[in-house]
């Protein structure tokens, strides 16, 4: 009797109802294959730069946290295809890791170049810059957290969106 | 907390609300003492909280609180010093005290309007085609 073996990465994904990033992608069939160099670029970005305190951003540690924290997964994967650099794919699980946001510069001008600016905090006090000059990246301002600590804005968090689908 | 009051939040997804209160509440308290209201264990740094299967989270003001509150359990002196997370599928409630003080009054309508954004929580109706 022959068995099927399910890739654990792909079935996560469909589980986190991220089923498009699959079956959207032309040809459907190298989807994986896409998401998992995705991946494979922003692991490299993190070692290049962060060197031994790089997150391990691999489909395992996908599969992992979702055992424990399926809320963060459905998070990231609704940014991973949508996003522009692999640096901020790592940006994007260090805040999920409990990182916090210390500073968001945004800049835009029409017909001008787009700039994007985020230093993030780690719970030891280490301090991490990413820059962006795509706009794409600017997706991830959509997911982060707001609220009002002590009259102050303050950004916290990355969440899932409630993407519902439409008629 | 004698009696206590329950502040009731409406929302989408309840891990995401338990995460975020416990995010926030880190700020509203740098010393806080989490604990899983269910076992009464500790919880770990935010990185290695597993929020999955979690019902309630007891946040403490720092250790002080957390001993005291074991010690004598509730009791005047201690208001304000315990906030208790409670989650069910749609919703989560906030046990204060019953006359909380204006800077947890404050914490939980932050936390309230925080819970209202779209990625929490939604009324919209589906769009449909024209």
Redo the contacts between chains.
Sequence with gaps: MNRIERDPFEEVIRKSGADWLIDWYAPSDRAMENLRRILRDANEWGRQHWEGNAPPLTPEEIVNTY??????VRAFLQVVGSIGSPSFLVMVWRIL??FDIQSVQLQYEIDKPFSLYIRLVS?YGMTEEYKSDNIDDAVVL??L??????GQG?Y??F????I???? | MIGGTDIIIPVLNSIDALDLAVRAVRRLWRNVVLEDGNTGEVLPPYKEISFYGMSEVLAFKDSAAAHSWDKIGPDPSLNGTLLHFIVTPNELTVAVDDTPSLQIENFIESLRRALLQDMFVSNAEPRRAA
């Design positions: 055992a424990t924290n399926p809320h963060k890791q409990g719970p959509r997911h957290g707001t609220m009002k600590m002590s303050t916290d968090g969440y899932a969106l409630n519902r689908s439409t008629d």
